[in-house]
C-alpha cells in the first residue's frame, strides 16, 4: 500500500483548502482512512478519520473540517474551511483496515501512511 497527499499550500485566515491523499494497492473500500497532523515543534495529532462512512473529529476542527472518500478513485479527501493560524502544520493520511471504530483516532492503528503535505495559514 501507498499513500500520497496533495493539495497543500499556503492559504489566508478564513480560508478553505482541500487535500486529497491517493491510495495505491487492493481493497481501498475496506481500509479505515485519517488524516493527522503535526504542526511546528509539536507531536503529531489526529485531525479526522472515517471507515465505510461517517467521519471522527478533532474537537479542534469540527465544524470546519470535513473528511471524505471516493471508492472509485482510491482517493480520500479533507476539505477544510474557516482556516486558522494554528491549523499550519503538515498533514499526513494514514490507512489500515483493521481499525476499529474506537480506535480511529489512534496513530497506532494504522499502519499504512503517506509523506505529508504542509498547509500554511498566514496572511
Known amino acids: 500500500v501507498q499513500l500520497q497527499a496533495s493539495g497543500g499550500g499556503l492559504v489566508q485566515p478564513g480560508g478553505s483548502l482541500r487535500l486529497s491523499c491517493a491510495f495505491s494497492?487492493?481493497?481501498?473500500?475496506?481500509?479505515?482512512v485519517g488524516w493527522f497532523r503535526q504542526a511546528p515543534g509539536k507531536e503529531r495529532s489526529f485531525v479526522a478519520a472515517?471507515?465505510?462512512?461517517?467521519?471522527s473529529y478533532a474537537d479542534s476542527v469540527k465544524g470546519r473540517f470535513t473528511i471524505s472518500r471516493d471508492n472509485p478513485k482510491n482517493t480520500v479527501y479533507l476539505q477544510m474551511h474557516s482556516l486558522r493560524p494554528e491549523d499550519t502544520a503538515v498533514y499526513y493520511c494514514?490507512?489500515?483496515?483493521?481499525?476499529?471504530?474506537?480506535?480511529?483516532?489512534?496513530?497506532?492503528?494504522?499502519?499504512?501512511w503517506g509523506l505529508g503535505t504542509l498547509v500554511t495559514v498566514s496572511s
Open positions: 494514514a490507512a489500515d483496515p483493521s481499525v476499529i471504530t474506537s480506535n480511529l483516532a489512534s496513530q497506532r492503528a494504522y499502519t499504512n
Open positions: 494497492g487492493r481493497s481501498f473500500r475496506s481500509y479505515a
Open positions: 472515517m471507515k465505510q462512512s461517517g467521519g
